[in-house]
């Protein structure tokens, strides 16, 4: 089994729906993340969190939120599907005590918006 | 000036070719730095971390150059296998730690 889980692996939604991406571990980071990868500009940063009380924007938050439930849990939410945020979509995990360094990703959500 | 800036390739080679791939970054203050790699539809996997006095895995050398805020990644004895996107990866950021992804370098090898 993977250490980080994303569900679902892919999705094809409807403009203006609300649609919910799960990350789960079981690796016992407390660093989460998540990046979407589009073809020509690589992984971008869409939010991360350092502990269950900590959640931060990164570079393109902008139609996205997130929940932080438990350490092992980050979801990622698009409250009003775009068209132009159909992208795939990484969860990832990191841990402090190693310096926050190597980050361990998740399989992707490839998420379609029609 | 992107934050981490990479040739975006493909760089075809054949079989037991020796291929080098360059990564620039912006901010000075960067403290580590890391190439992984990503299989087509994969997830990035980290390949090896670079240190100043650069560091060899294998078939697989990695330098550093602070000054010049420069890496590289030196593949010998190219393999089929290592065909995928590598991608030149940095942390920065006081006390935010943040990873940052060059877009990747996608190479070929050919039989």
């Known amino acids: 089994d993977a250490d980080v889980t994303q569900t679902p692996r892919n999705r094809i939604t409807k403009t203006g729906k609300r649609i919910m991406l799960e990350c789960s571990q079981t690796?016992?980071?407390?660093?989460m993340y998540w990046y979407r990868q589009d073809p020509g500009l690589g992984l971008r940063l869409i939010y991360y969190s350092f502990d269950v009380k900590d959640i931060n924007k990164g570079e393109i938050s902008d139609g996205y939120s997130v929940s932080r439930q438990a350490q092992a849990k980050f979801s990622l939410s698009l409250e009003s599907a775009i068209p132009n945020q159909t992208a795939l979509y990484f969860c990832?995990?990191?841990?402090?005590?190693?310096?926050?360094?190597?980050?361990?990703f998740g399989q992707g959500t490839r998420l379609t918006v029609v | 000036r992107k934050e981490v800036e990479q040739d975006p390739g493909p760089f075809n080679v054949p079989e037991g070719a020796t291929v080098a791939f360059n990564c620039t970054y912006s901010?000075?203050?960067?403290?580590?730095f890391f190439w992984y790699r990503q299989d087509c539809r994969k997830e990035p996997k980290l390949l090896m971390s670079v240190y100043s006095s650069g560091n060899e895995d294998g078939r697989f050398t990695a330098q550093l150059n602070r000054a010049s805020q420069y890496i590289s990644l030196l593949i010998r004895d190219s393999k089929l296998s290592d065909s995928a996107t590598y991608l030149c990866v940095v942390l920065s950021g006081a006390g935010s730690y943040q990873l940052t992804f060059g877009k990747g370098t996608k190479l070929s090898v050919i039989p």
């Open positions: 690796k016992g980071h407390d660093r």
């Open positions: 901010n000075s203050a960067s403290q580590s």
């Open positions: 990832a995990t990191s841990d402090s005590d190693r310096g926050g360094t190597e980050a361990f």
